[in-house]
């Protein structure tokens, strides 16, 4: 009988989670979910909350600024058919 001792994975599994949010989530999770079940599961719930704290911080940003006014300006010209995007900030 040979008894292996469980191999440990890495804690850096969670920086993949929190920089990339749910897609580092679901990477993680299919890497580690043969070996390691419970780190996996972490690490995609971690990505999940961090993916949700990232939109609603956006959001909030975006519905509580008064100041952030965006312009877009539809531009033709004979070279090109491209348009642009101007950001204005405007301060009381």
Not at 57 to 79: A, G, K, P, Q
Request: proline share 2%.
């Amino acid at each position: 009988m040979s008894s292996q001792s469980p191999k440990i994975r890495s804690l850096w599994w969670y920086a993949l989670s929190i920089f990339l949010g749910i897609i580092g989530g679901v990477i993680a999770w299919f890497a580690l979910r043969a070996h390691d079940g419970r780190l996996a599961k972490n690490c995609l719930i971690l990505g999940i909350i961090f993916n949700i704290f990232e939109i609603s911080i956006f959001t909030s940003f975006l519905m509580f600024s008064d100041n952030l006014n965006i312009i877009t300006e539809w531009e033709t010209s004979s070279e090109t058919n491209d348009f642009g995007i101007q950001f204005e900030l405007t301060t009381p």
